[in-house]
């Protein structure tokens, strides 16, 4: 009864979302796309979750309706991939991010497009992000990303990440990294 009812609600949402993901090229004009996206990171309770999964489907290179994206979180760019089983918390900003199976993203974490997104020219000046460098940030499957944590670069498959840590480098799988910057703490 209980999948019966998700897969009702999944199509029901999936409908819903269509216009909107059409309006904005089904990812492909970004400025609507991130219009979209953020109006849809404020639909409250379980409707609003069965609402982003769907419009996320229908926009993000990737994406799985078995995972779930809680309240007040968005992706920033369409060129993201979601897979299955994976839950983010509320108040969460995805860049260009791939985010594996099953993995867990506490409330509030920043997973940016790199950590290039903004140069300075021969005076200092900081340039907008029309002349970044944007790259997808890896997390691996299994996954945990602690509360307020910041990453800029590729975390490893079953690697842990502390509350409020900032990765600033490549993580390794299986490992648990804590701190600002993170740190290799220990192995799983």
């Not at 029901?12 to 109006?39: H, I, N, R």
Request: net charge positive; charged share 15%; with cysteine.
């Amino acid at each position: 009864m209980k999948a019966a009812f998700k897969w009702i609600a999944r199509a029901v949402a999936l409908v819903a979302a269509a216009p909107a993901a059409a309006l904005c090229g089904f990812g492909a004009w970004e400025t609507a796309f991130e219009f979209f996206a953020q109006a849809y990171a404020t639909a409250p309770g379980v409707p609003g979750d069965y609402l982003r999964i769907a419009f996320y489907k229908l926009t993000l290179t990737e994406c799985d309706l078995s995972s779930r994206i809680s309240f007040g979180s968005f992706f920033a760019h369409p060129q993201a991939r979601l897979g299955p089983g994976a839950y983010i918390g509320s108040y969460c900003i995805l860049g260009k991010t791939a985010i594996g199976a099953r993995t867990q993203i506490a409330s509030g974490v920043q997973i940016l497009s790199g950590g290039r997104q903004h140069a300075r020219n021969r005076a200092g000046e900081i340039s907008g992000a029309e002349e970044g460098a944007f790259t997808v940030v890896e997390i691996g499957a299994n996954c945990w990303i602690g509360a307020a944590a910041v990453v800029m670069a590729n975390v490893g498959e079953g690697s842990t990440i502390g509350a409020g840590s900032v990765v600033t480098r490549p993580v390794p799988p299986g490992v648990v990294a804590v701190g600002s910057p993170a740190r290799v703490l220990s192995d799983g």
